[in-house]
């Protein structure tokens, strides 16, 4: 009878948390929050993975469904005038792609120097990007995989904070977040719109998977449907409630990923992993701000766009202000292909030199 109590009760929990989740995400989303449906999900979930060891069930496959909405719904960001925009400023988007990696390099560099860490294990912690691929590479290269996982999302829980403070901070919240069939090129009807959207979604996540892109069923849409939004294809509209849906997905995912029991073993360095979350958030602010200074670009574009990961939440919670998301989406997407090209490379030879 005992026996049968057990998961019984564990699967009440498991529903009580998920109801839990869902209503957090409503609310944040009627209170307007950039991507609100993330951060209440995200923050319940972590909440419930700490003091009950209680973790929403996110299956892959819906996983790879809330990437490739979130894919589809950035398609309609970009206009022939932020084309124009984007050429104007690609020498100094391309810097910002550098300097961010050089930031997060160098705060891993700090801990590294100071003792709290080895230096390939700093180093894949806080690689801004890829959490999933720089956790599966630690084993490879002799990392600490429980530091790395706690170190990626750590900075990625601090950085969708800040982000979404800043989003509301800023109070520049657009008429429309999320683009409507009516604000596509030709004004096509709802149901032409949404499944031109859904049917360039699952084609671009299917591509992206199978050439392996780095989360491939996001970026593979975004890269499908940018260039056919440009032709004129109704690209980004989707049913109202559908994209708050795939952030739920995404803010239960991140927050699952922490264990009560993996943060007691590990709490000798979870102030380093804070201090550092927060050093290369403030770094990358500096950075922003050198951008905006020396461009004039606004403040709030440059900063999601120097944002230290993850691509997908940073360009969720952007979606809800008046950032230029086309030079979000360019440095963004820029940085997560510079990382996935370079960064196993450059890992393995660092692997090499230590052990030599």
């Known amino acids: ?151 990626q999302f750590m900075r990625l829980c601090i950085v969708i904070l800040v982000a979404v403070v800043v989003g509301r901070w800023v109070g520049d919240t657009p008429d429309v977040a999320v683009a409507r069939a009516a604000d596509l090129p030709g004004s096509p009807p709802p149901l032409w719109a949404w499944l031109t959207t859904a049917g360039v979604s699952a084609v671009g996540s299917f591509l992206g998977l199978r050439l392996k892109l780095p989360a491939g069923a996001f970026l593979g849409p975004v890269l499908l449907g940018i260039p056919l939004t440009a032709l004129g294809l109704p690209v980004g509209a989707w049913p109202p409630g559908l994209l708050p849906l795939g952030l739920w997905v995404l803010g239960v995912r991140v927050g699952s990923q922490f264990d009560a029991s993996a943060v007691q073993d590990l709490k000798r360095v979870a102030h380093v992993a804070l201090a550092a979350s927060v050093g290369m958030v403030v770094g990358c602010l500096l950075l922003a701000w050198g951008w905006s200074a020396a461009t004039g670009v606004d403040l709030l574009t440059t900063y999601f766009a120097t944002s230290p990961g993850g691509a997908d939440s940073v360009l969720a919670i952007a979606l809800g202000t008046r950032a230029t998301l086309s030079v979000v989406l360019a440095v963004q997407v820029g940085r997560l292909l510079l990382i996935f090209l370079v960064a196993p490379t450059f890992l393995r030879r660092l692997s090499s030199a230590r052990s030599a």
């Open 1 to 151: 009878m005992t026996n049968d109590s057990a998961p019984g009760r564990r699967s009440r929990r498991v529903v009580a948390v998920t109801v839990a989740t869902l209503l957090a995400a409503g609310l944040a989303e009627l209170a307007h929050l950039p991507a609100g449906a993330l951060l209440g999900a995200m923050v319940v979930s972590i909440a419930a993975s700490l003091t009950l060891s209680v973790h929403v069930p996110v299956p892959r496959r819906g996983l790879l469904v809330a990437h490739s909405v979130l894919g589809g719904a950035l398609c309609s960001s970009f206009s022939p005038e932020a084309w124009s925009a984007l050429a104007d400023s690609w020498a100094v988007s391309l810097g910002a792609v550098v300097g961010v990696v050089a930031v997060a390099q160098g705060v891993a560099w700090v801990c590294a120097k100071l003792g709290y860490l080895d230096s390939r294990t700093a180093t894949l912690g806080l690689m801004p990007g890829g959490a999933s691929a720089m956790v599966a590479l630690s084993d490879e290269l002799g990392a600490d995989a429980r530091l790395v996982t706690l170190f």
